[in-house]
Structures are given as C-alpha cells and as structure tokens.
C-alpha cells in the first residue's frame, strides 16, 4: 500500500468510528477486571475470614479456592467477549475500511 491509501484510511469517518468503538470496548473490560480484581484484593485485605471459611461444615475446600478460580476464569470469559466482538464487528469495519480505501 502506498501513502494516499495510508491518508485515506486515517481521515475515514469509519477508521475513526473503529478506532474510537474498540478503545471504548477495551476500556470497559479492562475497567471490569480492574474491578473485580481490585475487590478480590479488598476482600484478602478486610475479609480474610470470609475467604477461609469452609464451604461447608465437613469440607476442607474453603471459599477462597472458588473465588480466585472464578477470578481467572473471568479473565478468560472477558478475553473470549472482545475476541468475539473482534472478529465480529470490528473484522467487519475494518474490511469495509479496506475496501473503501481501495477504491
């Protein structure tokens, strides 16, 4: 590619609308496992009794297995929504930017 298709795609209204979607979606799910991991962290700091206590009377898991696990698996599920939407919607516009700037 050369450099007017580079200038074509910057001053696209649709490279700017891609662009501004996908840090917005970023932003969010990064705001979302800060938060959750930020509570996790909250919850080590003030609740430790919360974290050690056993599931249930007879158990020897307590809830702090559970929870950190949850934890991880949320970062994944998090990983798999924007890798969705990714190859979704922002695959989409950014063929139609392509195309646009081939033209």
């Known amino acids: 590619?050369?450099?007017?298709?580079?200038?074509?795609?910057?001053?696209?209204?649709?490279?700017?609308?891609?662009?501004?979607?996908?840090?917005?979606?970023?932003?969010?799910?990064?705001?979302?496992?800060?938060?959750?991991?930020?509570?996790?962290?909250?919850?080590?700091?003030?609740?430790?009794?919360?974290?050690?206590a056993k599931m249930s009377p007879g158990a020897t898991i307590t809830w702090g297995i559970p929870i950190g696990v949850g934890l991880i698996l949320s970062a994944f599920v998090l990983t798999g929504i924007y890798v969705r939407r990714a190859n979704g919607e922002f695959d989409d516009l950014n063929n139609a930017i392509l195309k646009e700037a081939q033209q």
């Open 1 to 52: 590619m050369n450099d007017s298709i580079y200038l074509s795609i910057q001053n696209s209204p649709r490279f700017k609308e891609l662009v501004k979607k996908r840090e917005r979606f970023a932003w969010i799910l990064s705001a979302i496992m800060l938060g959750l991991y930020s509570g996790f962290i909250l919850l080590i700091a003030y609740g430790p009794h919360i974290l050690g």
